[in-house]
């Protein structure tokens, strides 16, 4: 069992900038992927970026060149770096862990975007 722990969320204008922090505790094991998806009001959840226990980051088109993934091993904690916020990012962030198929989230963290 993974806990996920999330903070960093909150009111920003649009080309802000924010980073969102999720620590995990409990039987973290490698090979593993962590990251974030965004739930937008209304819509479904989507995902943000990922980053592999090798390092490997993933990035999806509507945020690449905009945020960043990187994680800090020794803490089991991922940091998601997030500049040039637009309205459009509004959304509850879940941090998740991957484990060859099985998933554990965080509680979520509410980023808001004002124009």
């Known amino acids: 069992q993974v806990h996920l722990v999330e903070s960093g969320g909150g009111l920003v204008q649009a080309g802000g900038f924010l980073i969102l922090s999720c620590a995990a505790s409990?039987?973290?094991?490698?090979?593993?992927?962590m990251g974030w998806y965004r739930q937008p009001p209304g819509k479904q959840r989507e995902l943000v970026a990922a980053i592999t226990s090798l390092n490997k980051a993933n990035y999806t088109d509507p945020i690449e060149g905009r945020f960043t993934i990187g994680r800090d091993a020794a803490k089991h904690t991922v940091y998601l770096q997030m500049s040039s916020l637009m309205p459009e990012d509004t959304a509850v962030y879940y941090c998740?862990?991957?484990?060859?198929?099985?998933?554990?989230w965080g509680q979520g963290t509410q980023v808001t975007i004002s124009s």
């Open positions: 409990g039987s973290v094991l490698r090979p593993y992927t």
């Open positions: 998740f862990y991957d484990r060859l198929g099985s998933y554990s």
